[in-house]
């Protein structure tokens, strides 16, 4: 007998998940389809993303619902429009096989007007993200009178992004003799004070061990000098030519300089962040989920809630500030059964972060070395050949160019044909990596390292340190960046001090009467098609000069605080402060420097 009737999901249903490729019960749904199914009992389920959740509350929804009726009768709140429309998809397929069930997904970015029309139809099921619903709530479109189930559905993520006041209006329109239903990878403070206010005597099971990772998730980090993290990261990506992965920074700027660099190197990665439209985050994820992205480079809120099969890697290139984004980042690998890898890019001063982490999620990381340029050559030179071994030829259509091939490779022998051909790639990989350096550090050699880098960070007496978005990966040398920033400024080289060139950013100090000489001066510049941002940087930060950043990323503030920026912008974030997009920019290539 079919595992999911034992567990009293009907046939119809059965049928259609089994097409989905659902074989037997994840620990979750074996766990709470029981509890959910009598209808009887608020419930708080812990569990890490990925192991099926959806199904867990959503098939037995569907065994509670009268689908003869066309009003609301649950409601599933969740963080983000991606997942909601995962959901809302999921649940349409689990009733392939039932009649008259209307599913509706509420969520921003897409019009109003037509969520709209689908509520006034008919709907037993609407599955939203928070904002858009109160939205709809405000205009008196929806009655949730009769609303008997409500599902929170990653609570800690909805919390992390602010959403709690949000949560508190919806829930207030709902009766108070509904059941509620939350779902969470952890369990901080927030999500408890929730399932008291809202719950009696909930059901609390927990898969797992609350705030632990996936036990399919291999966590390990790499010991780096600071200034080496993008060659150490670059290498790294190298060693696993079938990587798809995602990799998170902690803002905005540092993601979109990481992702630049990247593409600019001949990677294929894009990125996601707060200040994208929905239109810009529409298109990298759908490139994403179509594999046509090897690398997605993410803030942790812009990356909730993403739910992406085969995620091998997930890549830690800072780690978060908190212990539970770092489980979330973590998640996104491993889903559905299958193994993954989480990695970190640490120096000496954030080791002991990596034990933090460590106690609190219950698992040990290991420390990895970053691979030398011989080992990276080979690795990529036995996923050529296995490319080779599994590449689908079409003989119909390669057959009449066979006899001129087969004519000018005539005078090669076996060996030599496949010689050459291997060297087509293998050649570049060798030369980009011969005689690379060892990027791994020991720690007593990082604690050197490190006191000296805190050194070098504060600025002289007399001198402002400043941060622009161009470096080494330009291919700028030390003296070259001088001469650009006195060119374009029009300053004596003597106004200018230290200058700390990076992989795809650069600090330097001028005096301070220049200061306001270099932002004027700066304010239109474009490089090779790229806007030249200068901001004030102090002791490694940003520090305050202008207003807070208070949009995109809800809880990325104090990481993004870039507040002095060179220019006005012709297009501004819909909140105050963030990046701009300058108008009638003088144009710099490489070449003049």
């Known amino acids: 007998m079919n595992p999911f009737l034992e567990l009293g999901i009907r046939h119809e249903v059965v049928n259609a998940i089994t097409e989905m490729g659902f074989e037997t019960p994840s620990p979750i749904q074996e766990k709470a389809i029981p509890v959910l199914l009598t209808g009887n009992d608020d419930f708080v389920g812990l569990a890490q993303t990925g192991t099926g959740k959806t199904a867990a509350f959503g098939l037995p929804l569907l065994e509670l619902i009268d689908f003869t009726q066309k009003h609301p009768q649950a409601l599933i709140l969740c963080p983000t429009r991606e997942l909601c429309l995962q959901i809302s998809k999921d649940v349409e ?3 392939k096989y039932l009649d008259n ?3 509706v997904a509420v969520y921003g970015g897409a019009n109003i007007s037509d969520q709209l029309r689908q509520i006034r139809r008919g709907v037993q099921i609407v599955v939203a993200t928070p904002g858009r619903m109160l939205d709809i709530i405000n205009r008196k479109a929806i009655d949730f009178t009769k609303v008997q189930y409500v599902v929170l559905d ?6 992390n992004m602010g959403f709690q006041e949000d949560i508190n209006n919806i829930l207030s329109e709902t009766p108070d003799t509904k059941k509620t239903w939350l779902f969470s990878a952890t369990m901080p403070r927030e999500v408890r004070r929730i399932a008291q206010k809202y719950m009696t005597n909930p059901v609390e099971l927990t898969v797992g061990t609350k705030n632990a990772g996936n036990a399919n998730i291999e966590h390990q980090y790499y010991l780096i000098r600071a200034k080496d993290k993008y060659a150490a990261f670059k290498r790294i990506v190298d060693f696993y030519p079938e990587i798809f992965g995602i990799v998170f920074c902690r803002t905005k700027i540092e993601t979109q300089e990481i992702a630049e660099a990247l593409v600019k190197d001949g990677y294929n990665a894009d990125s996601l962040h707060g200040d994208l439209s929905q239109q810009q985050r529409d298109k990298v994820m759908k490139r994403y989920r179509e594999r046509n992205l090897q690398l997605l480079i993410a803030t942790d809120v812009a990356a909730r809630g993403i ?7 997930v890549i830690n290139f800072s780690l978060p500030d908190e212990v539970e984004n770092y489980t979330h980042r973590s998640g996104r690998t491993a889903r559905a059964g299958k193994t993954g890898i989480s990695l970190s890019l640490v120096n000496v001063k954030e080791q002991s972060k990596i ?3 460590e106690k609190i999620i219950g698992k040990s ?6 691979p030398q340029g011989p080992e990276v050559c080979e690795k990529q030179l036995l996923a050529m050949i296995d490319k080779v071994n599994k590449v689908e030829v079409n003989q119909e259509q390669i057959s009449p160019f066979l006899p001129a091939i087969m004519e000018n490779m005539e005078h090669l022998s076996k060996e030599e044909i496949i010689t050459r051909f291997a060297s087509l790639e293998f050649n570049r990989f060798l030369e980009y ?9 020991e720690a007593r050699e990082g604690r050197n390292e490190e006191r000296g880098e805190r050194r070098d960070r504060s600025s002289s007496k007399g001198y402002t340190r400043l941060f622009m978005n161009l470096g080494s990966v330009d291919e700028f040398s030390r003296g070259e960046m001088l001469g650009f920033i006195c060119n374009t400024a029009k300053i004596s080289g003597k106004s200018i001090g230290k200058i700390d060139l990076k992989g795809v950013f650069t600090f330097f100090e001028v005096e301070d009467a220049e200061v306001e000489n270099i932002f004027n001066n700066f304010k239109d510049v474009d490089f090779n098609g790229r806007q030249v941002r200068i901001e004030v940087s102090g002791d490694g930060r940003s520090e305050g000069r202008g207003g807070r950043s208070r949009g995109g990323d809800r809880n990325n503030r104090g990481g993004d605080r870039r507040e002095r920026r060179s220019g006005s912008g012709s297009r501004d974030r819909k909140d105050s402060g963030g990046f701009r997009d300058f ?5 710099y290539s490489k070449s003049r420097y």
């Open 433 to 441: 990596y011969r005689n690379a350096p060892d990027l791994n550090m």
């Open 101 to 103: 069930v209307n599913v």
């Open 154 to 159: 990653e609570a800690d993520e909805m919390l």
């Open 365 to 370: 990381f290991e420390r990895k070395q970053v």
């Open 355 to 357: 034990r933090h982490i």
């Open 583 to 587: 108008s009638g920019k003088r144009q």
């Open 93 to 95: 397929k689990f009733t």
């Open 307 to 313: 739910d992406v099969n085969d995620v091998t890697h």
